[in-house]
């Protein structure tokens, strides 16, 4: 019997109509055009200012197939899924605000992005090729992808470093400097015709979760949380979209279970049914355009006769809101994530929250390059990526959770918000406003 319920659920769920909304999200094609147009538009307003902010006048970057870089990936043209036999690029700042030269030292041009600049015939060595050209423009730094601290900016092998090196003469050698701070600049600063589309991103993940937290999907004493996971995966994929982590979903309710930090961030929830009176947190996110949402929010479940949540559960999801209130009005420019992270918690405090602060740049990627503002077991702040500072034309997910003492169930629950947005170095704004109300879901059958 529960096999046949399982089957059914399934059935229910790859059929459901896909929503009038899905009809904007562009076709492969359009994509493409559009990916295209973006990076063109970076490398021509993005990257020079961040280079002339570094001292960078070179920046070389190389990848191997199927062993890219994560900064050179975001260079590549759309219809490029990776990089090319052994890929190298060179992109130099000729100074008085002449346009970046950027070349491929490859066997192919990279798409219009990079000239084709190395020619085997002529030259059968491409390390060599690589050093005439560096040695032609005599740059005065030569950055290239080597960090400690920061995964996304060390995208440099030991192999390609140890061969680079040596083929450099003494004089350019002592010009070469990590690109750490070049390779964070280029990933987190988002361009405007990106901000134009990053929205509708924040959107799409929105309605889906809309969806997800209703009876379209629930039925209360019946739906399990792996069945609205699973939902949430198989919709992302028939609208053409993919997703960067599987989802979550768990429950919090009147039982004896204690709100254990270590497993809620380590541990996958166990598959639970939907039950009436229950607050359930889903956390998701979708890739689209090339870039990511990261997004969590909470429905409750009506029991029967109910017309809208516990008072008191309405009561925690304003601190939640009102935690972010206080994290995103401490943004600022120059300011470390530590910093922003102390002052939050610190006023968080002060106006009677339990805070916990774990808020990440997003970008490229899900969990992206940029300054570190707490991390779920590090509240006291996070060396080095913490003391990273803060610059504008950056995104962020602001990720945070809020405890609070519920009197009817006896125990301590933790409203756990995610919501994407954009700080332009003023203020920050929701990219696709925020969850200030639960969704609701009915027990009733007849609504």
């Known amino acids: 019997m529960r096999k046949a319920l399982a089957v059914t659920l399934s059935f229910v769920m790859l059929t459901l109509p896909v929503h009038a909304w899905a009809n904007d999200i562009l076709s492969m094609k359009q994509r493409s055009e559009l ?5 063109v538009e970076r490398f021509e307003t993005v990257l020079p200012k961040i280079m002339e902010r570094e ?19 975001t260079m590549l043209p759309s219809t490029w899924i990776s990089a090319r036999r052994h890929t190298m690029l060179v992109i130099y700042d000729p100074g008085n605000g002449q346009p970046l030269e950027r070349l491929a030292v490859a066997r192919y041009a990279v798409g219009s992005l990079f000239k084709k600049a190395w020619d085997k015939e002529a030259q059968p060595d491409q390390w060599e090729a690589l050093k005439n050209i560096i040695k032609t423009r005599s740059p005065s730094k030569i950055a290239i992808n080597k960090s400690e601290a920061f995964a996304l900016a060390d995208g440099m092998t030991a192999t390609e470093h140890e061969k680079f090196m040596a083929v450099l003469p003494k004089e350019l050698k002592s010009r070469v400097v990590s690109g750490e701070k070049l390779s964070i600049g280029w990933l987190e600063t988002r361009s405007e015709l990106e901000m134009q589309y990053y929205p509708v991103l924040a959107q799409i993940g929105h309605s889906l979760i809309a969806t997800a937290f209703s009876n379209e999907v629930i039925t209360p004493n019946v739906t399990t949380t792996d069945d609205v996971v699973w939902w949430l995966r198989d919709q992302t994929r028939a609208l053409g979209l993919t997703n960067w ?8 309710r009147q039982d004896n279970d204690v709100f254990d930090q270590i497993s809620a961030f380590s541990k996958r929830p166990g598959e639970n049914i939907v039950r009436p009176g229950d607050l359930i947190h889903v956390d998701f996110g979708i890739t689209y355009l ?36 206080i994290l995103t009005g401490n ?18 405090i002060e106006q009677g929250i339990t805070p916990a602060i774990y808020t990440h740049p997003l970008g490229f990627h899900g969990h992206a390059a940029g300054p570190t503002i707490g991390m779920w077991d590090a509240q006291e702040g996070v060396p080095v990526q913490g003391d990273y500072p803060v610059f504008a034309q950056t995104a962020y997910s602001i990720e945070l959770n809020a405890a609070s003492f519920i009197k009817e169930w006896n125990k301590e629950i933790r409203i756990m918000l995610e919501e994407d947005a954009f700080f332009d170095g003023k203020s920050v704004t929701y990219l696709d406003g925020r969850q200030t109300e639960f969704h609701l879901i009915h027990s009733d059958k007849k609504q």
């Open 35 to 39: 990916i295209d147009k973006i990076t």
């Open 331 to 348: 943004f600022k420019v120059g300011r470390t994530g530590n910093t922003i992270l102390s002052m939050s918690r610190q006023q968080a």
């Open 290 to 325: 090339r870039l990511n949402t990261d997004q969590q929010q909470h429905a409750y479940v009506l029991k029967p006769g109910e017309k809208d949540a516990p008072a008191s559960l309405k009561n925690a999801l304003k601190s939640g809101n009102q935690l972010q209130d």
């Open 55 to 73: 001292g960078i006048d070179m920046w070389v970057l190389m990848s191997r197939e199927y062993n890219e870089d994560p900064v050179l990936k």
């Open 245 to 252: 982590f599987h989802p979550t979903v768990s429950i919090q």
